[in-house]
Structures are given as C-alpha cells and as structure tokens.
C-alpha cells in the first residue's frame, strides 16, 4: 500500500512562489503516475499537474506556464513548483497516485497553501 504525505504549503503573497512536496512510502515508485489535486473551498476537487512514470507532464490550463511537477524516483518524491501565484491558487493541495487511466487511488492528507492579494 502507497503512503504519501505533502509537506511545504503555506502562506505567500500574490506573484510570489512556492514549492510543495510529496514524499512516498512502498515499492515500485518509480513506475507510478502521479498527481497534483487541488481543492478550493466550495468547489470540487480539481487536477492541477500530473507526470507519468517516463517524466512525460500534463497540465491544467490555469496553471500552464506557472506550475512545473517533477519527480525524484531516488527519493520517491514527487514536486509542484509553483510561480507567479495568484489568489484564485489558493486551496488544499493534495497529491495522489494514478492508475493506468488517470483515476486517483491513494490520497495524500493535503497541504494548504494561501495567496493573498
């Protein structure tokens, strides 16, 4: 079974930077899809980034061109850099691994990350 557990949400200003991380438990990291999810209050869970087991990226088109989700298979880590931020980012951030057709199986417990105006 996959534990995931994000770290690095927080508060920041609007332009401003962040960098959430999302750390893996369990074997086979290394061919696992994951995901970025966010969730606004008042408003359904959304995809933000996802990047394949090749590193091959997708992204939500709010984001494109601010947002870049990498992975460290060494340390089974997968990030969401995140620049030029603006208040409508803000929301719980939550990652996940995917199965073959991009359906989320197992949630990490989420990071809050603020940007205030």
């Known amino acids: 079974q996959v534990q995931l557990v994000e770290s690095g949400g927080g508060l920041v200003q609007a332009g401003g930077s962040l960098r959430v991380s999302c750390a893996a438990s369990g074997s086979f990291f290394n061919i696992m899809t994951m995901a970025w999810y966010r969730q606004a209050p008042g408003k359904q869970r959304e995809l933000v980034a996802r990047?394949?087991?090749?590193?091959?990226?997708n992204y939500a088109d709010s984001v494109k061109g601010r947002f870049t989700i990498s992975r460290d298979n060494a340390k089974k880590t997968v990030y969401l850099q995140m620049n030029s931020l603006k208040p409508e980012d803000t929301a719980v951030y939550y990652c996940a691994r995917e199965d073959l057709r991009g359906n989320p199986t197992n949630w990490g417990q989420g990071t809050q990350v603020t940007v205030s105006s």
């Open positions: 990047i394949s087991a090749s590193s091959s990226t």
